[in-house]
């Protein structure tokens, strides 16, 4: 295998060498730790009132006492036939459920991201409670595995006959790909193997099934992710199998004749064919980012890592067109990606409507995985920027304050009554949800904030990356010397960073990411110079020992940002952003009618604060004006110049909306003439 000829930013440091200690982010870990994680165990177990029911668990351990009845019955068991082929199976009679599959088809995803989720937790943070729950859950998950590996409740349930006939729906390669990630996570975690082994014979069966060889199956995965997962199996066993089959999926999608045509006959007829699962075109010759919005964001996260392991140079090439696409085209000026609802997909450039969004959670943690995989291909501070962009606004908007609520869409406008009344809209949803049928994105929130750290830093022999300015005390192994730095950090309310330096004294270069955002930094005190920057990265390079400190400061100065002209949506309006956060209106502090409301956006900003669910948050308080309602109100009347009253506009970070019942939100707001 040719080794990897891309020089980036190293790979993420080990949830082991970094104790997260700042204000925010500690919070959030413990938020998801002590709140988060027990109540999705109970949602997985159907042990929550009024929360849509996950069948998850259920579905293992039936799918359990099926294998255990094959394994008694040998072949005098047979096999049922698959009804459906479509997504969800509903029970007729909540009260009387039978021993059938329920839910999605890919419902034991939810398992293994909360088993991911558990797993970084608990590496921050040993719980053995929590732990023991988990091992608990691993044993009623392997339970339910056949002899030959294969893993998956709805074919074991429904009938194994079927298995792999229907790649592009039904999910079965993203439930491995999900059962892997989770693997992986809880022996890295815990140095348990039992549900890594149960992966990896999975791997191997899949393996035994799919691959270039005469006679084996030519297809590949209808939602990715196992291209993600089975690079980070080869990685923690060294099995060149598992990067050589991620390989060959990645090779096989949108060859012609189109694999899935052969497993049915129906033909796609309308648009270019496949572009919903990305695979009209071979992966190597894509230049738009096209399709559902988390498949994509799967795939070429799935493209980079194989791109960073192989040297593949027209991989990375492609990673960096769709990336282009992605991030200076389609996304939304809060890091969510996929407009339409329609396939929970990507739009045409710019077309990236406020209020019928769909922008949903998973996507942007999608984006998060991807960005973070090109600072491993390449150092270069847009990853950063738009990893960061995305998790403070999108990502933490989907969930609530207080963990208990989610987000699976994230819009840029909400009038409530629209949610309830315009079926266009009934996507949008103007509180979060305790749950959902297809609950894609609170686990995979879990999983992410459960690891940030490894978004934050990342590391080579000498060097350390330094994207996200989260703080806490990390430990850095340098020729088999241990530096220890305390990284104290205002983000994302403040650019304060203090970094010093503990332990031993080593050489050690760091690479400081420059957010773009930030016109004018300092370095202790100094004025930062542009011509110093590489990349986004200001690189700081020394024998550091004990005392020595590095002060930053990156200024957060609110911001008035308009959108390309060629967002026609956002013509004439105004987003507000400060530092990393970006800013909304609620009807809350402005009162109703949002849409009424003009900003002189060249008048000085000032900063307040509001409480929302008991907490203080930085607040930003604009001088504006609200348009005055007529009093003969007619729908419609001869033109005369409207009048205005003064309005002091309150603004509240995006990721805080919905926090305080239902009411109006908006990011985008007109400017004053
Ligand atoms: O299909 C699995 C997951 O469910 C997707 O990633 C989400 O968009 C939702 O459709
Ligand atoms: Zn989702």
């Known amino acids: 295998m040719e080794q990897s000829i891309i020089k980036g930013a190293g790979r993420p440091i080990s949830l082991r060498n970094i ?18 994680l027990p109540y999705q165990w109970e949602i997985l177990n159907d042990r929550v009132e009024g929360a849509a029911p996950s069948f998850c668990m259920r579905n293992f351990r039936i799918a359990g006492k099926i294998t255990q009845k094959k394994k008694a019955l040998g072949n005098a068991y047979e096999e049922p036939t698959p009804t459906f082929r479509g997504f969800e199976v509903l029970p007729e009679d909540m009260n009387h459920l039978e021993d059938k599959f329920y839910g999605f088809v890919f419902q034991d995803s939810d398992f293994s991201k909360w088993i991911e989720a558990v797993a970084y937790s608990l590496m921050n943070h040993p719980d053995e409670e929590l732990e023991k729950t988990a091992d608990e859950a691993i044993d009623i998950v392997c339970a339910a595995q056949q002899e030959n590996g294969y893993l998956d409740t709805y074919y074991i349930i429904s009938g194994m006959n079927s298995i ?87 090779d096989e999608r949108g060859k012609r004749p189109y694999y899935w045509d052969s497993e049915r006959t129906e033909k796609h007829t309308q648009g270019e064919r496949y572009q919903y699962n990305q695979a009209h075109r071979p992966v190597r010759e894509q230049d738009e980012a096209v399709g559902h919005a988390v498949r994509a964001m799967y795939l070429y996260a799935g493209m980079a890592d194989a791109a960073r392991l192989t040297g593949d140079a027209s991989l990375l090439e492609a990673c960096r067109r769709l990336w282009k696409s992605t991030v200076h085209e389609k996304m939304y000026v809060t890091g969510g990606v ?46 950063g920027d738009v990893m960061e962009l995305a998790l403070y606004n999108t990502v933490l908007a989907g969930m609530a304050l207080d963990g208990k609520s989610f987000f699976y869409v994230n819009p840029l406008e909400v009038l409530p009554e629209a949610c309830h009344k315009d079926e266009r809209k009934f996507h949008v949803k103007p509180v979060r949800q305790k749950w959902f049928g297809c609950a894609c994105c609170p686990p995979n929130l879990a999983r992410l904030l459960s690891s940030i750290p490894s978004y934050a830093y990342t590391e080579d022999e000498e060097s350390l990356y330094m994207h996200l300015y989260i703080g806490g005390r990390l430990t850095k192994e340098i020729h088999g010397k241990k530096v220890r730095l305390q990284i104290e950090s205002g983000f994302p309310w403040s650019g304060k960073v203090r970094i010093s330096f503990e332990g031993e004294e080593a050489f050690m270069r760091l690479a400081l990411r420059i957010p773009g955002w930030c016109e004018n930094w300092k370095v202790n005190g100094t004025e930062g110079k542009r011509t110093e920057v590489k990349q986004g990265y200001l690189y700081i390079e020394g024998n550091w020992k004990n005392t020595d400190v590095l002060e930053l400061c990156f200024p957060m100065t609110p911001v008035f940002l308009q959108a390309d002209e060629r967002v026609r949506e956002n013509i004439g309006k105004v987003a507000l952003k400060r530092g990393p956060i970006v800013y909304c209106m609620e009807e809350t502090d402005n009162g109703d009618c949002l849409h009424l409301n003009q900003v002189f956006p060249e008048e000085p900003v000032e900063e307040g604060s509001v409480q929302i669910q008991g907490q203080t948050f ?36 995006y990721y805080t909306w919905a926090n305080r019942g239902e009411n109006e939100m908006s990011v985008w707001i007109e400017t004053a003439k």
């Not at 693997?183 to 691959?211: E, H, N, P």
């Not at 419609?636 to 009253?645: D, F, L, M, S, T």
């Open 618 to 653: 930085p607040a930003l308080i604009a001088k504006g004006r609200k348009r005055k309602r007529e009093e003969a109100r007619e729908l419609y009347r001869a033109y005369r110049e409207a009048e205005y009253e003064k309005a002091e506009l309150t603004f509240i970070p």
């Open 338 to 383: 996929g407009a339409t609802c329609q396939g929970e997909a990507f739009s045409f450039p710019f077309d990236l409507p406020n209020d019928l969004a769909y922008a949903e959670t998973c996507a942007s943690i999608g984006l998060i995985f991807w960005a973070r995989r090109m600072l491993e291909l390449e150092t270069a501070s847009e990853y």
């Open 164 to 250: 792999f006939t229907n790649l592009r729906d039904h999910h079965e390669l993203y439930c491995f790909g999900h059962l892997t990630e989770g693997a992986v996570a809880y022996y890295q975690a815990t140095g348990k193997d039992k549900l890594l082994k149960a992966a990896m014979r999975f791997a191997d069966f899949i393996d035994s099934r799919f691959g270039s060889e005469e006679g084996k199956c030519k297809g590949y995965p209808g939602h990715e992710i196992a291209e993600m997962a089975l690079v980070r199996l080869y990685e923690v066993t060294g099995e060149e199998r598992y990067l050589r089959l991620c390989r060959f999926f990645l």
């Open 19 to 36: 104790q997260v200690e700042d204000d925010f982010w500690k919070a959030q870990m413990e938020l998801v730790r002590k709140e988060v």
